[in-house]
């Protein structure tokens, strides 16, 4: 259903057609770093993540899934409550709750299963939510698209980050390893829809990513970028 929205989003970014947007006055830079990202992606992190999807079996790879998107149910009930959700707040605490125990650590959602929503609110959205404009569109090396915003609420959004919760350094790495490979292979039909679809890659990303962010394409209008009552997921 997610890989399905975000590619909904991005099909509706391209007939909108790709333009020059007043978001991404650093544009020249922000090419830049997409180029890095796409050639170290292109180099490295695409060709693992395909033999991981390969190699290992999908209810594995959902169970690896599940245990790394586990620790964001945290902080996204934090979120909640500082956006005055009471009841995302009580629904992520349940999720978190009963994945970590019943769910073994978070590798089989037995939340979802119990029909208890995840609501995937970070630190960017409370800052939204409390009117705090995204600012320009950036692009980060390695993480990828963001806003001055998300790059403010950065430092506490990666708290609902797996690696976090471990300490050892050598298993840190494998973890780092192993949860960037696990999102990486989620979104490789979404790559392929990009790669055939995509006259300028670069403004499809873009587009897409500040359309599902909800952010207006003009600064004048961001009085309007304020979440409705059911946020959308990342």
């Known amino acids: 259903m997610k890989s399905q929205r975000r590619t909904l989003v991005l099909v509706c970014a ?6 020059h947007s007043p ?3 650093f544009e020249p830079w922000n090419r830049a770093t997409f180029a890095l990202n796409e050639a170290l992606d ?3 992190v695409h060709p693992v993540a395909t033999h ?5 079996p999908e209810p594995v790879r959902r169970g690896i899934a599940n245990m790394s998107a586990n620790p964001g149910d945290a902080t996204s009930a934090i979120n909640g409550l500082l956006q005055g959700h009471l009841d995302y707040f009580l629904d992520d605490v349940t999720r978190f709750g009963v994945n970590t125990s019943i769910g073994l650590l978070g590798f089989f959602d037995v939340a979802s299963e119990m029909s208890i929503e995840s609501h995937h609110l970070n630190f960017s959205r409370t800052l939204r939510t409390w009117g705090v404009p ?3 569109y950036i692009v980060l090396p390695l993480l990828g698209p963001s806003t001055l915003r998300s790059v403010v609420a950065l430092p506490l959004d990666s708290q609902g980050s797996v690696v976090r919760w471990v300490h050892a350094p050598a298993a840190r790495l494998v973890v780092a390893g192993l949860d960037t490979t696990s999102r990486r292979a989620q979104l490789l039909p979404l790559t392929r829809i990009v790669d ?3 006259l300028d890659k670069y403004l499809l990303v873009r587009d897409g990513f500040l359309q599902r962010e909800g ?3 003009e600064p004048s209008e961001e009085r309007s970028d304020t979440p409705q009552n059911t946020p959308t997921g990342p």
């Open 14 to 19: 391209v007939l909108s057609g790709c333009a």
């Open 23 to 25: 978001r991404d006055p």
């Open 42 to 44: 292109d180099a490295i």
């Open 52 to 56: 991981y999807s390969r190699i290992v």
């Open 134 to 136: 995204a600012g320009p």
């Open 196 to 198: 055939d679809m995509a």
């Open 215 to 217: 952010v207006p394409s």
